[in-house]
């Protein structure tokens, strides 16, 4: 590819940089017994946004009892000893209140967004939920039939049999092979005495973090903290150190044969993590290679309209390439080739800096609502290396130039695991396990 398509490229990012509205930088406290928390006071946002994160995520759990705090966080949301799941749906709806949970790979989260004329009543029912849960069998039997809807339906689409094959064969002998949301036999075998008994060693406030965004002051906000979470034990939780990914030296491929209209193709590479200095210009090349992927495979080639490359933000990182296609070899070469491009090319500097500034006015445009914020401040104290960068990551993503782009694909773009569904006719595992 030539260097002027990239400019090309280039041009299709650039969009004007809005305003962002003026407020009160980040702050932090921490409570007498150890809880940290992360404030953002947003004047004149009617909207309060209210996160609490449980550090580990899969380091917590094993193959027997994966999805535990996915099941038992649901499950809170049904009732509390103080109130009802009736009460409480009443109360959220009335108030206009959304809380809601989930389980991930380095955390699982409870999370709160309201009005601010409501702050008061929905912080009662978030720390309720979060302390006081009664764990109904009836209640756990509803929960537990969705999860294992939702597992049950994996096999239904390609796009979600890719997805787990490909993160299964790169999770191989590592904790992240035990998912947060759990597997159909995990997930059946869990009791309420399980769920009461992992929850009352779940509270303590060195595993947890609370951020918030909201046009809330902060001694209002540690007051609330304070009286709804001062009482819990400190603990002394530590999340062990991830390791390496262990099967990041070759790659492979895996086929599930069906007949389908088009073939689904999935590629998992190991990544730098969010704290490690290769993360910005990473996040660069693969900005352009999701650009290349849309010039080369769908406008120039029409070989696929889902040509997509991303990369994800987890304490053991990956990314992933994407593609649907009725020509599923002709296409991966094509996407092999602008992968070798970015490695085999330094890119004119004007056409970085171009790209640049279209990918941090999309980084803006993400950031514009309370929860989006409250979760970038958590993602860098988690795993960033602290909040504070989450401030300063703009500088480092202005810093990347084109040798930075060369060297992070020649770096990590390699050694992909994929998965495919399709008739095993249709690909040439010699062209997958090329890279």
């Known amino acids: 590819m030539k260097r002027n398509n990239l400019v090309f490229v280039a041009l299709l990012l650039i969009f004007p940089m809005f305003a962002v509205r003026a407020q009160d930088g980040p702050g932090e406290f921490i409570t007498s017994n150890g809880l940290k928390a992360i404030h953002q006071h947003v004047e004149g946002n009617e909207v309060i946004a209210v996160r609490l994160y449980f550090k580990g995520g899969a380091r917590n759990i094993t193959a027997e009892n994966a999805g535990i705090e996915t099941l038992m966080l649901e499950v809170a949301q049904r009732g509390t000893k103080n109130l009802s799941k009736s009460r409480i749906d009443r109360e959220l709806a009335r108030m206009g209140t959304v809380i809601e949970s989930a389980g991930n790979y380095d955390s699982s989260i409870v999370a709160m967004r309201c009005v601010r004329q409501h702050f008061d009543r929905s912080w009662e029912l978030f720390s309720d939920i979060i302390l006081n849960p009664v764990f109904d069998n009836k209640e756990i039997e509803l929960a537990r039939e969705q999860l294992l809807n939702r597992l049950r339906q994996e096999n239904d689409f390609p796009e979600s049999i890719v997805a787990s094959a490909s993160d299964r064969l790169l999770y191989a002998a590592h904790p992240y092979i035990n998912r ?228 992070v694909a020649r770096t990590y773009l390699k050694n992909f695991h994929f998965a495919v569904v399709g008739r095993p006719d249709q690909f040439d595992r010699a062209l997958f396990n090329s890279r």
């Open 180 to 407: 947060p949301f759990g597997t159909i036999t995990s997930i059946s075998n869990l009791t309420a005495a399980d769920l009461k008994s992992y929850h009352a060693q779940y509270l303590k406030t060195s595993r947890m973090l609370l951020v918030a965004v909201g046009d809330i002051a902060r001694d209002n906000l540690q007051r609330k903290v304070e009286g709804s979470f001062g009482r819990l034990p400190e603990g002394n939780y530590k999340p062990e150190p991830l390791p390496a990914f262990t099967t990041t030296q070759t790659p492979e491929f895996q086929l599930t044969e069906r007949e389908v209209a088009t073939t689904y193709i999935r590629g998992t590479f190991a990544a730098p993590s969010l704290d490690n200095p290769d993360y910005a210009a990473t996040a660069i090349m693969i900005n352009i290679l999701q650009q290349l992927f849309y010039l080369e495979v769908r406008v120039k080639r029409n070989l696929s309209y889902g040509a997509d490359a991303t990369l994800l933000a987890q304490g053991a990182n990956s990314g992933f390439v994407y593609v649907t296609t009725a020509r599923p070899n002709e296409t991966i070469r094509v996407m092999f080739d602008q992968m070798d491009f970015l490695k085999r090319q330094i890119l004119i500097d004007d056409g970085v800096r171009a790209i640049v500034n279209g990918f941090l006015t999309n980084y803006y445009m993400k950031l514009e609502t309370n929860d989006a914020q409250a979760a970038r401040l958590a993602e860098y104290e988690l795993l960033g290396g602290g909040w504070r960068r989450a401030l300063t990551w703009i500088d480092e993503v202005r810093s990347v130039k084109p040798a930075d782009i060369q060297r």
